[in-house]
C-alpha cells in the first residue's frame, strides 16, 4: 500500500482569529469573528446600515483595532506591530465612498499620491520620477479616464472621482483592495461601471478584494464571496448562488 503524504490546504492571504470590535459606549460592532481570506477573490459585505460591514473592512486595515482577536496577513504576519502594519498598508489599495480626493489638484496627481508612501519625506518635495507618471497615467487609462488626466478632480462627475479612487488604489501595486461603499452616492449608471472596472482589474492583476455595499443586486453579480453581516455577527458566508430568500431573511430580518 502506498503512503501518500497529505496534502495541505493552501495558507489563507488573510486569517482573522476570534476578532471582535465594542466601542467605548459598550456597544458590540463585531462579535467574534472566524474568516479567512483566499486570493484572488472578490468578497462583498453586506448587510444593513449598522450590521457591521465597515467595521469588518476597517479592521482589515487596522483602521479600527479590535478589542480581541487578532488579523494575519501571509508573508507580513499578524496586525500587532507598527512595522508590520506600515508594511501591510503600503501594499493594501483603499477606495472610499467619498473619494478623499483633493479637489484643487489634477487627477494624475491624486494618482500619484498612490505612490507617496514608496518614498521619504524629503523625497516627497520633489517631482514624481517619470516612470512613477507613466504608471499613474496607465492606471487612469486602465479605468478610462486618461483624457482627463489633467483635469481638476473637483471637476469631474461623482463617478469620475471615484475611478480615480481605484486609480489611485491600483497605483500602489497592492496585494489587496479594501472598498468601503463605493458606489453609495452613485446613480446605477455609475455604479455597474465602477464596479465593473474594480471587478476587471482584480480579476486580470489577481488582486483579492472586499467591498462593503448594501445593495443586493450588486452583491450577487460583482461578487464571488459573500459574507453576510447582521447586527455584528457574520450570519451568511458562501456563492451568490447560495444566497436564498431564507438566508437574506437572516441578513434583513423577516
Excluded at 70 to 87: H, M, N
Excluded at 95 to 111: E, P, T
Aim: hydrophobic share 40%.
Amino acid at each position: 500500500m502506498l503512503n501518500r503524504t497529505p496534502i495541505e490546504a493552501p495558507t489563507p492571504f488573510i486569517a482573522l482569529k476570534g476578532v471582535e470590535v465594542i466601542y467605548p459606549n459598550r456597544t458590540i460592532a463585531l462579535k467574534p469573528v472566524d474568516m479567512d481570506l483566499s486570493d484572488s477573490e472578490i468578497t462583498v459585505l453586506l448587510g444593513p446600515s449598522g450590521a457591521g460591514k465597515s467595521t469588518l473592512l476597517r479592521v482589515l486595515n487596522h483602521l479600527v483595532v479590535p478589542n480581541h482577536g487578532s488579523v494575519t496577513v501571509r508573508d507580513v504576519g499578524t496586525l500587532s506591530s507598527r512595522k508590520v502594519l506600515r508594511r501591510y498598508r503600503r501594499s493594501t489599495g483603499m477606495v472610499f465612498q467619498q473619494h478623499q480626493l483633493i479637489g484643487r489638484l489634477s487627477a494624475l496627481q491624486n494618482v500619484l499620491l498612490g505612490r507617496i508612501g514608496n518614498y521619504s519625506f524629503l523625497r516627497t518635495l520633489f517631482p514624481f520620477p517619470e516612470r512613477e507618471r507613466r504608471w499613474a497615467l496607465e492606471c487612469l487609462d486602465r479605468v478610462g479616464l486618461l483624457e482627463k488626466a489633467l483635469a481638476r478632480c473637483d471637476a469631474l462627475s461623482g463617478g469620475q472621482q471615484q475611478r480615480v479612487g481605484i486609480a489611485r488604489a491600483i497605483a500602489q501595486r497592492p496585494r489587496l483592495i479594501l472598498a468601503d461603499e463605493p458606489v453609495a452616492s452613485l446613480d446605477p449608471k455609475a455604479s455597474n461601471r465602477v464596479l465593473s472596472q474594480l471587478r476587471a482589474i482584480c480579476k486580470q492583476d489577481g488582486i483579492p478584494a472586499v467591498i462593503s455595499l448594501h445593495q443586493l443586486e450588486y452583491a450577487r453579480e460583482f461578487a464571488d464571496r459573500i459574507v453576510g453581516l447582521s447586527q455584528g455577527a457574520v450570519v451568511f458566508d458562501g456563492k451568490p448562488a447560495d444566497l436564498t430568500e431564507e438566508r437574506l431573511a437572516s441578513i434583513y430580518g423577516a
